[in-house]
């Protein structure tokens, strides 16, 4: 009781030099990290700006449609003009060929639905799950936010759901970054994990979004339930989707390291990892998982990027997006 209480504080988080130090060894995130982030957005075009056309509408079987395009007005046609636009009826009427011309919407709503849950409370690479979620989130809310796009976004987990509504607002995504932080905090709480939490992270989504939004997932790659994937259908045939779950090298491939043990609350298990037998198991059902991942993506037609702690999260999307040497994986 006595270590407990030096190492939170009286609301149930950890200390301020706790959460210095577990942050440094990437155990948490802080708010000033996901701020930082945010001069990282122009090393990966994720939304196309008339200078430049994000890679992902590129992406097989990506159906991303981008903002919406309201009628303008019908100019004489110039050099460069596509030729699609062309108003056939005002250029018969008038014998000098004309264009239509559209603008883009201001804003489309882009939601964060972000999972921070002790599923996601492990990790044997660069950080852990829960906080290559929360820097992937940062990344993609700051894309969104320089494209002049509405943010906001669900954080879910241990502690129930934190909503923010998306506006195309500075404060609004620094609340849902602070939020996001502070649930990444809680997570040494010995809270158990709701097996459906992420379906009912989906249901709410459904019901806050309008069609033509943009829903983004970043979940724990075990999160994904028949009832999860049935709410992430219903969510598709309404918003555009970009599917990013979150693994760790150790959730594909145990070591042969021996004996090993795992806990869970008062739960324990020993696993020989000598038995090749059980490597090999452990693997399929990783490869099983990430398959259903794939085939969900297919069939919904929406970009998949699967993310995970080993390495830094711009440099996967760059190589998800093609945009390093070695093209798409």
């Keep these: 009781m006595e270590r407990r209480a030096q190492t939170q504080g009286a609301a149930?988080?950890?200390s301020p030099a706790v959460v210095e130090a577990l942050a440094d060894a990437g155990?948490?995130?802080r708010l000033a990290r996901l701020i930082e982030i945010r001069h990282r957005t122009r090393e990966v075009p994720l939304f196309s700006s008339p200078q430049r056309r994000s890679p992902l509408v590129g992406l097989h079987h990506s159906r991303l449609r981008g903002r919406g395009v309201d009628f303008d007005q019908v100019r004489v046609y110039?050099?460069?003009d596509d030729v699609r636009t062309i108003d056939w009826r005002v250029t018969a009427r008038t014998l000098e060929p004309h264009t239509k011309l559209f603008h883009e919407e201001r804003?489309?709503?882009?939601?964060?639905?972000v999972e921070q849950s002790r599923r996601l409370f492990f990790g044997s690479g660069?950080?852990?799950k829960s906080v290559l979620?929360?820097?992937a989130a940062a990344l993609v809310g700051w894309a969104a936010l320089e494209h002049n796009d509405r943010v906001g976004g669900l954080v879910f987990g241990n502690q129930g759901q934190d909503e923010i509504r998306p506006r195309r607002s500075k404060h609004s995504l620094l609340l849902l970054l602070d939020r996001l932080?502070?649930?990444n905090r809680r997570l040494l709480d010995e809270a158990p994990v709701d097996p459906e939490n992420l379906a009912q992270a989906l249901r709410r989504t459904r019901e806050v979004l309008r069609p033509g939004s943009l829903a983004v997932l970043l979940c724990d790659e075990r999160s994904l339930s028949d009832t999860a994937e049935q709410q992430l259908r219903l969510l598709g045939r309404h918003v555009d989707l970009l599917?990013?779950?979150?693994?760790d090298p150790l959730d594909h491939a145990l070591p042969a390291a021996g004996l090993l043990r795992f806990a869970s609350g008062p739960a324990r298990l020993e696993l020989d990892s000598h038995d090749a037998t059980l490597r090999q198991a452990y693997r399929a059902a990783a490869g099983e998982r990430a398959e259903r991942w794939q085939r969900l993506a297919s069939k919904l037609c929406v970009p998949l990027l699967p993310l995970n702690t080993a390495t830094d999260p711009v440099e996967q999307l760059r190589r998800h997006l093609g945009l390093d040497k070695g093209g798409p994986r």
């Design 12 to 14: 149930g988080d950890p």
């Design 27 to 29: 155990v948490f995130t």
């Design 78 to 80: 110039q050099p460069g």
């Design 107 to 113: 804003e489309r709503p882009i939601y964060l639905v």
């Design 126 to 128: 660069r950080v852990l």
């Design 133 to 135: 979620a929360a820097e």
């Design 181 to 183: 932080a502070s649930a």
């Design 243 to 247: 599917l990013m779950p979150l693994s």
